[in-house]
């Protein structure tokens, strides 16, 4: 392995490095660009720079690219299978090694990934040297937290504990039986990948176990040493205290024991003898793509044998069934809930009641219509021959001729000076015209309904400046609770973290209201360029409007 980095390699990634920097005129600090080809790969961004490389995402070169007009121009990668489907290119990480660092200790991490991969650390890939002396190693993604934001943000159970350290006590064992020793396995150097087991990073510390049997056991002290103050920071956290006591208690006994002998087996069960592992909580979850609720993906290669004759509903029937559907998708309500009442409302749960009432009527039809008949006539008789209340009174008033002379006025006022109405002093407090607000009503301004094509272009707004910040706590201010748009926004925003795409840029100054139903608000939004239009489903609760659902 240490005659794949050449002698001469350092001179000429100084030369190479040197005419870069000459020829953009900067200072030539990063190692590679987004969009260039480095080992076969292609530089998505940068997403971290220490002392030892600089780190980019990447994807593997040849992969079909889509750009999402809607995320400025994120490249969105994917490839196309045999049966026509696209699926997702896997990203990985590139690390460029800088010039300054050893070559041996370059390649005792390339080694050690190679020779122990069970061992927690990421997977190694690829290696290459540059035409420039570029030392590149290309190795698995691990995306989630790192076991240090864990003990900052939160107090750890006995059982997450437990998770966060076995596997890495294990691990070290391994890779020191492999001839390796890590010799700085702190919190920060611990993430956690997709499934919430924790992967050892920071790879800059290991170093191989010297042959000289003095220096091999001065190291491997060293390296239990840092793990041991790994197994203290965690234990920190942990909530009730003192339950690790025992293990780490272990651990520094181990540490001053003469003769040494390492201890990896004995802590390990000790920390099983303290608790059970239980999987890490409060790691962002797997959320898949949901389609709308009580909507069905087409059907392909179908073909009707027969002419189908659709079953006969009455009027009745199917007008009771979608309103009570539209109130059920309206309705803040969990997804499981929704679907449950909306199968509930299809099914026509008067039907029985109805037959039994038609069957009652039938056997006692004629006293029944006598009865109804009679019951109308004395009714007649009675609103003829007693005269309302305070009708004296109406029939002497001039109030009648006041109210049309009052409304005539007010709707000549409204056709004339309604521009000049418009043009006028708008409320500081609230924002409405106050020429329009009613005289005599207090809080009108307050109670005034927005525009919603003006909702509709402030909530894009805000949709778009969430993504900008990659924050999922922003998706509150401007999605519905429990709706499709959450969901699906939520999903968007992790993948965008990972260099996925944004959403759709709209062109907002095009906003037309489709219809309204009550609190809902269907509108629709021109799309940029020659594009489709979006329409938006709005829902205006006591937080004032929020999105629910986009049909892009």
């Known amino acids: 392995m240490n005659g794949g980095w ?30 260039s080809g480095v080992a076969g790969y292609r530089i998505l961004r940068r997403i971290g720079s220490g002392r030892r490389a600089e780190v980019f995402l990447a994807v593997a070169e040849g992969r079909q690219t889509n750009l999402d007009p809607g995320a400025g121009g994120t490249s969105v990668e994917s490839v196309a299978t045999a ?256 679907e449950k009442l909306a199968a509930e409302a299809d099914t026509d749960r008067l039907a029985s009641i109805r037959h039994r009432f038609a069957g009652w009527f039938a056997s006692r039809r004629r006293p029944v219509v006598v009865g109804v008949l009679l019951g109308a006539a004395a009714l007649v008789l009675l609103l003829t021959a007693v005269p309302s209340a305070g009708a004296g009174e109406r029939a002497g008033s001039d109030r009648p001729e006041v109210t049309s002379t009052a409304v005539a006025d007010a709707g000549a006022g409204s056709d004339s000076g309604g521009d000049a109405a418009g043009d006028g002093e708008r409320d500081e407090k609230t924002g409405t015209n106050a020429a329009a607000a009613p005289a005599g009503a207090a809080g009108g301004g307050e109670l005034a309904a927005e525009d919603p094509r003006s909702a509709a272009t402030a909530l894009l707004g805000v949709r778009a400046s969430c993504f900008d910040e990659l924050d999922p706590a922003c998706l509150a201010s401007y999605a519905q609770a429990g709706s499709p748009i959450e969901d699906a926004d939520w999903t968007r925003m992790l993948a965008a973290r990972d260099g996925g795409p944004g959403v759709r840029a709209l062109d907002t100054t095009h906003v037309e209201v489709v219809t309204e139903m009550g609190a809902a608000v269907l509108v629709r939004v021109a799309g940029v360029d020659d594009e489709e239009p979006a329409s938006l489903l709005m829902v205006r609760n006591e937080a004032g409007w929020r999105l629910r659902e986009i049909f892009d």
């Open 83 to 338: 049966a026509g489907a696209v699926e997702a290119a896997p990203l990985v990480v590139v690390r460029i090694y800088r010039d300054e660092v050893d070559d041996r200790s370059v390649a005792c991490e390339i080694e050690a990934m190679h020779a122990a991969p069970e061992v927690g650390m990421p997977a190694l890939l690829d290696v290459s040297v540059g035409e420039d002396g570029a030392r590149v190693a290309v190795v698995e993604r691990i995306g989630g937290a790192t076991v240090a934001q864990l003990v900052h943000e939160r107090s750890l159970e006995p059982g997450e504990a437990v998770t966060l350290i076995a596997p890495i006590v294990s691990g070290l064992a391994r890779l020191a039986g492999a001839g390796y020793v890590h010799t700085r396995p702190m919190t920060t150097d611990v993430q956690l990948d997709a499934s919430g087991r924790p992967r050892l990073l920071g790879l800059g510390a290991l170093e191989r176990i010297p042959a000289d049997a003095a220096d091999a056991t001065a190291l491997r002290r060293d390296g239990l040493a840092a793990l041991t103050e790994y197994v203290e920071q965690v234990a920190a956290a942990v909530r009730p205290a003192g339950v690790f006591d025992g293990p780490i208690g272990l651990a520094k006994a181990g540490l001053d024991a003469r003769p040494f002998r390492p201890f990896e087996a004995d802590l390990e069960r000790a920390l099983f003898a303290a608790a059970s592992p239980a999987p890490v909580a409060g790691l962002p979850p797997v959320r898949e793509l949901r389609i709308p609720t009580r909507a069905l993906a087409p059907q392909t290669g179908w073909a009707p044998t027969q002419a189908e004759v659709p079953p006969a509903r009455s009027r009745w029937s199917g007008s009771h069934e979608s309103l009570a559907a539209g109130l059920l998708e309206l309705a803040e309500l969990p997804p499981p809930m929704l």
């Open 6 to 35: 050449k002698r001469g390699g350092r001179q000429r990634r100084g030369t190479a490095r040197a005419d870069a920097a000459a020829s953009v005129g900067g200072d030539g600090e990063s190692l590679a660009t987004t969009g």
